[in-house]
């Protein structure tokens, strides 16, 4: 084969030669390229079993093997080597030093099972092999936590036990599908299979019902919902997704290419999306209902180097010889920069500002490629972990704490199966308990209070109570939605339209003999790309909703006001005059999508986009940020009256 081509249109080229070597004789590609510019060039050297493939920007990678045709080193773009060594009868990999210089080691049992892998940082992983099925029987992590499997007469997975003993069980039918779940709890879930193995009805522990059905091509055509809600959809002759109607008659439709990529959505409101995309199937152009358009453009390898919104802004991206992100710069000019170690983890975040400035973030990694220590202008934090790799402790300070401070520090504890038990701070300890389905039933507060949580069903919020105080209880529809809520004297139900939306919202109190006195009722009425259009509150009246055909709220109204908004192209809000000349045709941009001026206030911007300043008539606001951008200080000045508010984080 010297060339094939996409049902898209690309073109792809390969020439070939004829390489005799130690082990073999064969017709080897040589180079490789492609219409959109894609380059390769293969060199074999069968003498010495290696490979080095060149592109067009110079990179090379290069691979060596063994005798036996397995990969012994691999020498990526960046000129880093990784090795790995093989058993001589068995060909099973023994062992591997990453890029980093990390080793790893595998133990295999008498049959060729992996019983025992090695990290760089010497944790252990370990499974035990069924003598028969030649299926793992026991799995046991780093930190000693085990599961564990049985198998029935047939080979079929009967039960695994997590590391607190909590057993999940399974049964099957003739065919060996799964029929039957029963969870640690008791509950019992039903799977019902068609003759083609596809999965026709499952039934879930409160009995709610979902069923699937399927076209004589196998494909999915209906699933109806235990509220007997059915969507349904429709394929081209190709086997493409062309239509989806929702159990209320509203309909999506898709338009894809010859290759079956999407080019062309349809809203159930009539509203278009088109995308342009080159022969590889990459979208070069994204036009909404109204015609704005976004941009994209790439190199001959794929990567997107340029995104241009629809004001016409656009947003750069480098890269380095791996396809890393090494920068990304916006239309104001603020860039950030990344840099990676050998294991492609990001070791630094480099924030760069508008006029020259930098915000630098150093990120320390250890062998595996967990972080472990964060440096910032203003803090070091430092992270520890166990050997399932969960997070144990936070510990933060500040470069320019007092000599023997005390560091800000947050400690975790876990049970065996991975459920958070206590999160440590200065301010106290809190304690979560945890059901045989792992749903957090109990939380204890530093003050000793407890919160409570009840469930049913495979985990669905029933209760909540402080103590022996009931907070909240929950009532829940077939398909597990809140349509009632008790609070203290308050009850509140939920209606449901037949697509989910909720359409009413009714709250009662004092509840007298059996009928309840109405507090608040809400109605909500939606459009047909599920846009709020109207809401009709009992004390408040109707307030009606507008938008433009992208789904941009435009107007708001009801009895007491009536508000509206204008946007560019890009969906940034225009002050009113922006919006006069908008509508005059002037085609009103707010630049890099930054708000200068809206509704009398004024916005002033630092050299990172941040919001350091916003003026009006009532007075001024000034921002401050750490070197992490949250916010840390409002100052509010209102003639000669100066208030602070500070704002502080924990690690």
Known sequence: MTMHREPGGERYYYTWAWFEGPDDAAWRVTGHHTDSGEQYRLDWNLAERSLCVTDSLGRTRCHWWDAQGLVTAYRDEAGQMTTFRWSDEERLLLGMTDAQGGKWRYVYDRLGHLTETHDPLGRVEQTQWHPVWHQPETEVDA??????????ERG????????????????YDRHGQVVRITDARGGDKYLQWNEDGQLMRHTDCSGSQTAWFYDERTRLERVTDAESNSTRYSYDGNGHLTEVMFADGRTERYQ??????????????????RWQRDGQGRVRRQTDATGRRTAYEYDAYGRLTTLTNENGESYR??????????????PGGSRRAYGYNALNAVTAVIYGGERGGEIRHGLERDAAGRLTVKITPETRTEYRYDAADRLLEIRRRQHDAAEGGEPEVIRFSYDSAGNLLSEETAQGVLQNRYDVQGNRTETQMPDGRTLRYLYYGSGHLQQINLGRDVISEFTRDHLHREVQRSQGRLD??????????????LTCKGMRGVVPETFIDREYAYSGQD???????????????????????????????????????????LDRRQGETAQAGAGSVVPFNRITSYRGLHYRYDEYGRVVEKRGRNGTQHYRWDAEHRLTEVAVIRGSTVRRYGYVYDA
Request: proline share 3%; aromatic share 12%.
């Open 156 to 171: 079929n997975l009967q039960a695994v036990s997590d590391p607190l003993h909590q057993r999940t069980v399974y049964g």
């Open 317 to 330: 991206f480098r890269y380095d010889v791996l396809d890393r992100v090494t920068e990304q710069t916006d």
């Open 531 to 573: 846009e709020l259009l109207k809401k009709r509150h009992s004390r408040q009246g109707v307030t009606d909703y507008f938008y433009d055909t992208t789904g941009r709220i435009t107007a708001c109204r009801n009895e007491a006001y009536l508000d509206s908004w204008q946007y560019d192209a890009a969906a940034n809000l």
């Open 143 to 152: 930190a000693g936590a085990a599961w564990r499997y049985e198998y029935d």
């Open 256 to 273: 894809p290419d010859a290759a079956g990529r999407l080019v062309k959505y349809t809203s159930p409101a009539g509203q278009i999306t």
């Open 492 to 505: 509140t139900r939920r209606m449901y339209d037949r697509t989910g939306r909720l359409t009413r919202k």
